[in-house]
């Protein structure tokens, strides 16, 4: 694990249009090594365009839905960082 930075892990089933911001917002913060999308649908396809290009962004996309507790349990144990943050696809950070 490395410290000093977070993973960010968000699950999804794209139904906000918050999500497109809340990802290009952490790819722009400092303190946040990566964010752990857990694409609970398999339709990142769709929506890979709309985001901006990062090494930041890593993308998991299940067999089936993990719901959101799971996929968080999903993304700590995926998590390259000491620091994790849990969030929801349909909010925004200052």
Request: with cysteine.
């Amino acid at each position: 694990m490395m410290g000093n930075k977070f993973s960010v892990v968000i699950p999804t089933l794209w139904q906000s249009d918050r999500i497109f911001k809340l990802i290009d917002d952490l790819h722009e913060c400092d303190v946040v090594g990566e964010v752990i999308l857990i694409d609970n649908t398999s339709e990142f396809e769709k929506y890979n365009d709309k985001f901006a290009s990062t090494d930041k962004l890593r993308v998991l996309q299940p067999e089936s839905n993990l719901f959101v507790a799971g996929s968080w349990n999903k993304g700590v144990e995926m998590a390259r960082y000491d620091y994790v943050a849990l969030s929801n696809d349909d909010i925004n950070f200052n």
